[in-house]
């Protein structure tokens, strides 16, 4: 942690409460991290950007962190107030070793028995191994290790130059499996043109299969504002060792502020489809998920099934998009997952006594739709704790 200043604070408040759990992609209702900014100064991380960047001159993301002292004794306040769903918490970057505040995070996550999701990439996490397991035998717990490469050559350095190495990454994914607790690879985000070839993508998918890891979920770029310009500044100054036109990079400069792809969408939505094929196809080969399936036993037994159809279902719009199908298509798939999540009767119950019509009742749910539950209903429940 050479060259980076701490400050200690205390926060007002720690959660995040979002909207809805997000559909399709991590299933988390809820977020808490106990600092702000990250030493690891990823080229292409999103909170570069101005309006997420901790600090009010974004170009200290990496140089500044700051502490937020009170983050276990907020945490302890303000979680048994909402209602149980998944939780992502705590930050594992080198100021944690310290700190500490991450692990006693966990502590209060696992005495409130609420479901958890860890998004990280740092070795360190396994020193939190004995709590992370506790939690995983008493409910859902996951997680989503970020690696977009499968090599530390001269690419992943110059993009995440304090990242933790990825053999690191793959051995603590390893460690983590054997410990009992569910795993995968959050390819976030593919780097277009950098490390994005088929038989790139495939190799990632095979090492997490070889490591333990049970998914592998992948996004692309979002660039936007401030973030932009840092990811731009660092493929200029790396031309030597890039694949790619310029014409090519400045394609996937996504502009929030005008809502604009810069260039050419229909090359990004191409690409799009490309790489999520090339990753779903060898999931498939390795019997692993190109998705995280929806934790859902921490649900009331008699919604579990609900839950669990409506998280196909979200799964599938995701899925659409992702292959640049309509967006009609995805936005269907979403609504009917809504309408499927907030049922309060089971749906197998509906479909016995009122059968299609019964389905066809539910908002947004149509022919199609019906028929596509119908399909699920008859091999659910892949996915449930008892
Ligand atoms: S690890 Fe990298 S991507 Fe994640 S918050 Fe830190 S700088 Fe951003």
């Known amino acids: 942690m050479r060259d980076v200043e701490i400050q200690l604070y205390q926060t007002k408040k720690i959660i995040n409460d979002h909207k809805h759990a997000d559909e399709g992609w991590f299933w988390v209702r809820y977020s808490a991290y106990p600092y702000k900014g990250c030493s690891n100064g990823c080229r292409y991380c999103y909170e570069w950007d101005e309006k997420y960047a901790p600090m009010k001159d974004y170009r200290l993301l990496d140089k500044v962190v700051m502490v937020k002292e009170n983050a276990v004794e907020r945490l302890k306040k303000e979680l048994p107030?909402?209602?149980?769903?998944v939780v992502c918490v705590g930050d594992w970057q080198p100021v944690?070793?310290?700190?500490?505040?991450?692990?006693?995070?966990?502590?209060?996550?696992?005495?409130?028995?609420?479901?958890?999701?860890?998004?990280?990439?740092?070795?360190?996490?396994?020193?939190?191994?004995?709590?992370?397991?506790?939690?995983?035998?008493?409910?859902d717990a996951y997680v989503g290790f970020t690696i977009v490469a499968t090599s530390d050559d001269q690419?992943?350095?110059?993009?995440?130059p304090r990242g933790p190495s990825v053999k690191g990454r793959f051995?603590?994914?390893?460690?983590?499996?054997?410990?009992?607790?569910?795993?995968?690879t959050l390819a976030m985000p593919i780097l277009p043109y950098i490390f994005d070839s088929d038989e790139e993508l495939r190799t990632l998918v095979k090492m997490t299969a070889d490591s333990g890891g049970r998914f592998v979920l992948f996004g692309g770029l979002t660039l936007w504002g401030t973030c932009k310009d840092v990811?731009?500044?660092?493929?200029?100054?790396?031309?030597?060792?890039?694949?790619?036109?310029?014409?090519?990079?400045e394609a996937?400069?996504?502009?929030?502020?005008?809502?604009?792809?810069?260039?050419?969408?229909?090359?990004?939505?191409?690409?799009?489809?490309?790489?999520?094929?090339?990753?779903?196809?060898?999931?498939?080969?390795?019997?692993?998920t190109h998705y995280i399936p929806r934790p859902v036993s921490f649900f009331p037994r008699e919604l579990r099934r609900n839950?669990?159809?409506?998280?196909?279902?979200?799964?599938?719009?995701r899925e659409s998009w992702m292959l640049s199908e309509s967006p009609?298509?995805?936005?269907?798939?979403?609504?009917?997952?809504?309408?499927v999540d907030s049922l309060t009767e089971d749906i197998g119950d509906l479909y016995r006594r009122k059968g299609r019509q019964g389905l066809l009742a539910l908002e947004g749910i149509g022919e199609k739709l019906a028929s596509e539950i119908e399909g699920l209903l008859s091999v659910q429940a892949s996915y449930t704790k008892e």
Request: hydrophobic residues 40%.
């Open 155 to 160: 690419i992943r350095l110059h993009f995440e």
């Open 171 to 184: 051995s603590s994914m390893r460690r983590i499996a054997d410990a009992g607790v569910m795993i995968g």
């Open 96 to 139: 944690e070793a310290k700190y500490r505040l991450s692990r006693k995070m966990l502590e209060i996550v696992y005495q409130l028995k609420f479901p958890l999701m860890i998004i990280e990439r740092a070795p360190l996490l396994t020193r939190d191994l004995d709590i992370l397991s506790d939690i995983s035998k008493q409910t």
């Open 81 to 85: 107030r909402k209602i149980k769903d």
């Open 307 to 317: 839950k669990e159809i409506a998280g196909n279902l979200f799964i599938k719009a």
């Open 231 to 249: 990811y731009y500044e660092a493929l200029k100054r790396a031309p030597a060792i890039l694949a790619g036109s310029p014409q090519e990079h």
């Open 252 to 288: 996937f400069l996504w502009d929030k502020k005008t809502e604009e792809w810069n260039q050419n969408k229909a090359i990004q939505s191409q690409w799009g489809r490309r790489c999520h094929l090339a990753i779903a196809e060898e999931c498939e080969r390795q019997g692993i």
């Open 328 to 339: 009609y298509r995805s936005h269907a798939f979403t609504k009917a997952g809504r309408a």
